[in-house]
């Protein structure tokens, strides 16, 4: 069986365990990964809270940071998901079994910052501490305030605003990416321990967990 056989099989167990319609033959793009319209992504959108073990695979989940917040302009540096005065300020952290990493959309590649299992800091939820991936997205707060500018500096609504704004539509590529490939999964706010993932992660002072998003396949 070759491996575009089986990760269509893998995709399309998926998508009937979401109870949602098989991709159509033609869908299926050469490397296996499925393609739908945005109309047919935005139509599969919807939140996961049950994931199977499997593993994402590298290259399907690099292509998912791509369209998470990925450079889709040479010139700038221009990112697929907008924000507040381009601030960039938004770091993808994932976390999986094997470890953490922490996405670079320059070069497109995921580079080590933890090599231990970090996912039962990140929630005391069960569902989200076992999905085969949990991204958790960080704001440095220096690069919003340098966007901000002078007359934003010290409006803490205003930069609070931007942080989960830019965060949130992150997210929003996020789903339609696991939508349009049979993935599942979930924004998380509340359900989020801010403060245990921040320290897991030995960041600074002027980083800030905003959201952490979990993805895997649906079970
Ligand atoms: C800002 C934000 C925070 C959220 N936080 C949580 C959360 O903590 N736990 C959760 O289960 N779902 C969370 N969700 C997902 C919503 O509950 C979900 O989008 C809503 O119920 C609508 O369902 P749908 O996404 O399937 O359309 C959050 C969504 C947003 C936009």
Redesign the pocket.
Known sequence: MTAFTRRSIVAASAVAAAGLAPLPAAAQQANGAASVSLEEALRR???T?RFGTAEIPQEQLLRLLWAANGVNRKEGGGRTAPAWRGSKDIDIYVAREAGVHRYDPVAGTLEQVRGEDIRDKVSQTAYIQRAPAVLIYVSDRKRLVEAAGAESAGNEQALAIGA?VNA?LI?QNV?LFAAAEGLGT???????DRDATKAALSLGEGHSVV?IQPVGAPR
């Open positions: 959108r919807r939140s809270r989960h949130a997210s789903y979930v924004l998380i706010g509340g359900s989020a959201y």
